[in-house]
């Protein structure tokens, strides 16, 4: 985008000098280059003078410096031929071989971009770029933008010749037809008196006439001109002669065929004594092509490909017109931000062109709910926004967000596939709370955030108490990056239990917050801030060191348990190579053998892993850690992993035995599950028992590793070395817990 701006603030009008001093110095800023130098060929092209060469270093441009022929054969020739030069070392290259040992060496230059100035066919010097002790390999983008700009100073040039050309008033008519036909640029002479108009060659052809059907009238061309353009040509003409002044305008031209052509008219008058227009000489210039792409540009910069609604852009635009339309005593309005549910499953399962094919249609859907003064856009993936306009209160708005559910929910055939999906909506009301275009958005954003959290499929309302909340997540994020390094985590353990013998079979290890001014701090809120921060990472890698080197301390007392289970998030598995090397590092440290340390995953996790690293879960069992599957039966609704990733052992959900022995679905749920895990020959633990009665009735299903209150809650480490010195926990602890329903657990 910024050598788009670049490109677009150029003025072709300047003289020459200025233009490549003007290219030069704003190309090197995009480029990062240390060099750009302008050379144009002499009339003969026998030699190359500089028109102006900008250094970055020192800020300073120079001109006048030339290349002769005889010196730079090479060079002259490769230009000759219209060739383009990108080098990324130009010290072996042939066509710069001139150059190696007085110029390229002493100013340490290697990587070299030529782009020739070319104009219609004909090559007019060249644009080059230079890298000084930097070694860089020129991008597609970058010869390209360089092309760009050497065609613009081709323009230069040529504006410059035709601006001498007019000061001479066309001295010579071969010169003029040359110029005319490389330009696409027409002459004319309008004689007021005689309404006749005298054409070039050029002319004609931009006006699609037969010179010798067309009469040269000012109402024969007027005819020619597009009706809505008319009055504008028309008024434009009269005002210049009227005030003795020249003529310009843009306007279109209708083809006999119906195509459009867009042209440049600039006209001189001419007036006798007595003051009177008597004649008008001036040139005609097809741009079509440049409105082309300048309607391009446009579209690109303010509309999505895809579906052709406005972009993020043009929408906060219009967020700022509404705001200054109720400035000034219009109706309130509302932003509407919404994304798909579950977007990703229809692109995994479906693939990606019917995912697009989805977009666009629900950009159609969304359009049709709107009314012609609201406002619809796609900010990118499947996020979108609404301006609902004129409204009266909150409440309006939330009638547009259940037409737009509505409307999203209805089954959408793409493809002959029925595809299901859904919406949830984030809305903000301007005012006193949201008062600016990007406020309003950041309010959509959290209630959209709040929706997605409350089950999707539905909307809620920008509150002030949700900015309290994030402000108060933001401030607990930081608080949380320093405690990670700072000693404010500890760690717990929760005995798993062999419930035949007391003994303690395994550990859990589990993090803890002890905050300097507000005490501990639930894992409940702090793991997700953790999870959606990206800390989780850090967070994960704290804990796996702190369990291993107490394991350890356990190990060399003859008191460690068969393992140590440590929980992993699905984050440490966006970067496998980091998981590996830590897990690595961890146990050259403690010396501790990998067959202790058990890796926890959820299903999810499990799955996502597995989908994307699959070899990683392969390497970490080949190195010898078991892995266990966390939360049994809430997660991935295949069983399908169960036979692909031979994992170790599974711990059933503890919510499952909350409700055991009042709901028969979980018992049935937690026997199944143990027959499962006894006929795939898994080990299998059983979490969250807290009464006599509950592991009575899991015994008798043959369930014997148990993790729960009834045992032990979680201990501080001391506290475990003095159960595991006694060889176990023979009795059932008399308390019960309330539950162990918070998310104690993690990583």
Known sequence: MRAIGVISRMDLSDDIESLARHITEEAVAVLGCERAIVWRFNVDETRLVCIDLYEASSGTHSAGMILSESEYRHECEALKEATDVAVDDALPDTRMAEYVEDYLKPLRITPMLDAV???GGRNLG????????????????????????????GIGILNQRRQTEEDKRRASEAELAEAQELAHLGSWTFDACSDVSTLSTESYRILGVDPKAFDGSYEAYLSRVHPDDRATFEEEFANSTANHGDYMCEHRLVMDDGSIKWVHNIGRNAYDAEGRHVRTIGTMQDITERKKAEDQISQMAHFDHLTGLANRRAFVNALRREISRVGRGGKNFAVLYLDLDHFKDVNDTLGHPIGDLLLQSVAERLQAAIRITDTVARFGGDEFALIDTDISEPADAAVLADKVLNTIGAPFLIGGDEIRTGASIGIAVYGAESTDA??????????????KAEGRGTYRVFTEAMDSEVRARVTLSAELRKAIVSGQLFLMYQPQVDADTGRIVGLEALVRWRHPERGLISPGEFIPIAERSGMIVALGNWVMCEACRQTRKWLDAGLAPKLIAINLSGLQFKTPLELEANLAAVLEETGLPSKLIELELTESVLMEASGEHNDVLLRLRKEGFRLAIDDFGTGYSSLDYLRRFPVDRIKIAQNFIFGMMESSDSRIIVKAAVGLARELKLDIVVEGVENAEQLKLLRSWGCRTIQGYYYSKPLLANEITAILRKGGIIRARSHRKVSSTSPDRHT
């Open 126 to 153: 060249i644009l080059r770029f230079e890298h000084v002790d930097k070694p860089h390999s020129w991008a597609q983008d970058e010869i390209a933008f360089a092309q760009q700009l050497a065609d613009k100073i």
């Open 438 to 451: 990007e406020m309003l958005l950041s309010h959509a954003d959290l209630a959209l955030y709040r929706a």
């Open 117 to 119: 100035i070319r104009v």
